[in-house]
């Protein structure tokens, strides 16, 4: 099973990251993002949308890292990580929605501002990091986990960007359970970093 991979991507790590927890192989396969490797072939024929992360698992051929987090727990990480029950799945798959909207626009495209040099609006990263990391906050205040009360792929998606947001200007200062959350993600065993994290 491979990983087309970038060191540096949040959305990469989140795969890394379920994989490295839960014990599933991964072949780590790195691309040359700066030099658009994956723009040409044979990358752009496995991911028409020109992204990282893909994976391919034998003829499975998967885009979108929530979407891979999903399809690791069921086939290799089993209800540990996704479990079957559908108000419990729902919870989880709420996050990964999280992770993918208001995570990834907020504190996530702040960080592609400031460090890789985006022209986004990072006046509205910044407001859009500071509706949701409160939310994050009040969640974690009363949970030590995002979903059921253990750690999840919810978990797996969402750290990246936040752990990550101080990157992007964004400070982590006024949310102590949010560095608390992280810090119980990184004693995990199994727990594999990514530089920031």
């Not at 799945?89 to 985006?118: C, I």
């Not at 992007?168 to 995990?188: E, F, M, Y």
Request: aromatic share 8%; glycine share 8%; net charge negative.
């Amino acid at each position: 099973m491979k990983l087309y991979d970038l060191t540096l991507s949040g959305n990469c790590y989140k795969v890394r990251l379920l994989a490295a927890l839960a014990g599933i192989p991964l072949e780590i396969v790195p691309v040359d993002f700066l030099g658009g490797e994956h723009k040409r072939p044979p990358l752009i024929e496995l991911n028409p949308w020109g992204e990282l992360p893909i994976l391919v698992d034998g003829e499975v051929v998967l885009r979108d890292s929530q979407a891979i987090l999903v399809y690791l727990a069921r086939r290799y990480a089993g209800e540990a990580w996704l479990p079957g029950d559908p108000a419990a799945m729902a919870e989880v798959v709420q996050w990964l929605s999280t992770a993918a909207n208001e995570v990834q626009n907020g504190p996530g495209a702040a960080r592609l501002v400031d460090k890789f040099g985006y022209a986004l609006d990072k006046a509205d990263t910044l407001r859009r990091a500071a509706r949701i990391l409160p939310l994050i906050e009040a969640r974690l205040a009363d949970h030590d986990w995002l979903a059921l009360d253990r750690p999840t792929i919810a978990d797996c998606a969402v750290l990246p960007y936040v752990a990550l947001a101080p990157e992007g200007g964004v400070s982590l200062g006024d949310v102590p359970h949010i560095r608390a959350w992280i810090a119980r993600v990184k004693a995990l065993p199994g727990f594999a970093p990514m530089p920031g994290v």
